[in-house]
């Protein structure tokens, strides 16, 4: 599984020996791990192989962009059932190999073991080239709230594939294979971001984590929450009529999650880096009203769509 996976500058010494050497020029490591089980975060049915080795790669990347880190290495867990057929294996390690290739970093070790469940727990290492982690807790009253990357297609996919249908490609295409956008990690942390995340449990759910690490309150602008064509088809494929199709795919760029897109907020005075999208202000408010607040995230004031699977459910 080992052996076609490609090393880059950062691998001192790759997979073979008891531990990897990753290089740190400068002595700051992010390092970060998420896991995905069969049935609870993707399905064989739904996702080839080579689509999950793609998305188990994003998933964990994506948390090291967040940060402002480049993309280094990667540890891959991989936990399998004795019957998996090894094709399964080969086209997991495929995509992995390819998702590597576009976020920049290198498979430098793992494990494999049986398991009743099929299980990838995956551990990434990016560098800071020398700048300060852009964290959670940093977002100032004033400050502009912009992402970049997708939202809400990954949820649409899922959606189309809970219903058993065949389209638009690029929904099902951002679900199976998310894409968030590594390098503007980079660039928000040189242009200053305050605090970032990606958006994996919904935007909403991930900017309060984002209120709550900073003590304050951010407010979405529906007018800048402008669904692109794509999910506005694939809302009107899950069956919403066309005359709410536009707000159903601003509810799904609201509370769906899984696209990885990055969010982050900066000082007004800052101009956003290219391909950044503004999209609410931050706003001042007391520990305790943040603490207690259940919607410390609101969309023109008033508290953001619970979730977007309800819509389909309906039709
Ligand atoms: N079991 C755990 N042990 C230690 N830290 C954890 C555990 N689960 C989550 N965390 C930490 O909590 C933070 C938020 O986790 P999570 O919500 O999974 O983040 P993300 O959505 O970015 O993957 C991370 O810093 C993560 O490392
Ligand atoms: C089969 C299947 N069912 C449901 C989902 C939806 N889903 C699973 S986990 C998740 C949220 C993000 O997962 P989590 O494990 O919390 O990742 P993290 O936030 O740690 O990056 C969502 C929306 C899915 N991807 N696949
Ligand atoms: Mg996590
Ligand atoms: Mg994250
Ligand atoms: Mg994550």
């Known amino acids: 599984m080992t052996s076609q996976f490609p090393a880059t500058d950062d691998v001192i010494l790759g997979p073979g020996d008891d531990a990897a050497v990753v290089s740190a020029p400068d002595g700051r490591t992010v390092a970060t791990t998420d896991v995905l089980v069969e049935g609870r975060h993707f399905r064989r049915e739904w996702s080839s192989a080579r689509d999950v080795g793609h998305r188990a790669v994003a998933q964990n990347f994506a948390d090291v962009a967040a940060m402002g880190a480049r993309p280094t ?3 891959i867990g991989f936990a399998a059932p004795p019957d998996l057929p090894v094709d399964w294996a080969d086209g997991f390690s495929l995509g992995v190999r390819d998702e590597c ?9 793992g494990d494999m073991v049986g398991s009743d469940t099929l299980t990838i727990a995956i551990t990434a290492l990016g560098d800071l080239q020398g700048r300060a ?17 997708h939202l809400g297609l990954s949820a649409a ?26 390098a503007e990690g980079v660039a928000a942390a040189r242009m200053g971001a305050t605090a970032m995340l990606d958006v994996s449990d919904g935007l909403a759910q991930d900017l309060g984590h984002l209120c709550r690490a900073g003590g304050v309150l951010i407010d979405l602008d529906s007018r800048a ?4 064509p794509a999910l506005v088809e694939g ?31 900066f000082d007004p005075a800052t101009a956003l880096p290219d391909h950044w999208h503004r ?5 001042s408010a007391d520990q305790e009203q943040v603490k207690n607040s259940v919607n410390p995230v609101t969309v023109d004031g008033c508290a953001p769509p619970r979730g977007g699977w309800d819509h389909f459910r309906q039709g």
């Open 73 to 75: 290495g990667l540890l």
């Open 101 to 109: 290739a576009v976020a920049g970093g290198a498979v430098v070790g």
């Open 133 to 149: 982690p852009v964290r959670r807790d940093g977002a100032r009253p004033g400050d502009v709230v912009a992402y970049t990357g």
């Open 157 to 182: 996919g899922l959606a189309l594939l809970r219903g058993g249908i065949d389209g638009p490609a690029a929904c099902l295409d951002e679900h199976r294979r998310p894409s968030p956008p590594y």
């Open 225 to 228: 929450l402008v669904p692109e």
């Open 235 to 265: 809302v009107r494929a899950l069956g919403v009529p066309p005359e709410r199709a536009e707000q159903a795919a601003r509810d799904l760029m609201v509370a769906g999650g899984e696209d990885h897109a990055l969010v982050a907020a």
């Open 279 to 283: 999209i609410g202000k931050v706003r």
